[in-house]
């Protein structure tokens, strides 16, 4: 019987930049292969779609009714 590891959440709608950046990078190098992380932002993070795209990660963004952008990022 295999266990699914919880799926880390990271709100950072209501941080300063850059610590949504800083806070997701962190986050991303605890992430084992098959893991995935959501990731909360009022707007939707262009620039960390590059990082993600050059280091392997996959993402699926979603719009949320309240304007929120909802990223799932799976390593």
């Given amino acids: 019987m295999s266990t699914t590891p919880p799926l880390r959440v ?3 709608r209501y941080l300063e930049p850059p610590e949504p950046f800083v806070q997701t990078m962190e986050m991303l190098d605890q ?4 893991e995935s ?3 909360l932002l009022f707007r939707e993070p262009h620039p960390l779609y590059q990082v993600l795209r050059r280091n392997g990660h996959c993402w699926q963004t979603s719009l949320l009714p309240d304007g929120s952008f909802d990223i799932l990022i799976t390593r």
């Fill in 37 to 39: 992380m959501r990731l």
């Fill in 10 to 12: 990271l709100d950072a």
């Fill in 31 to 34: 992430l084992a292969l098959g």
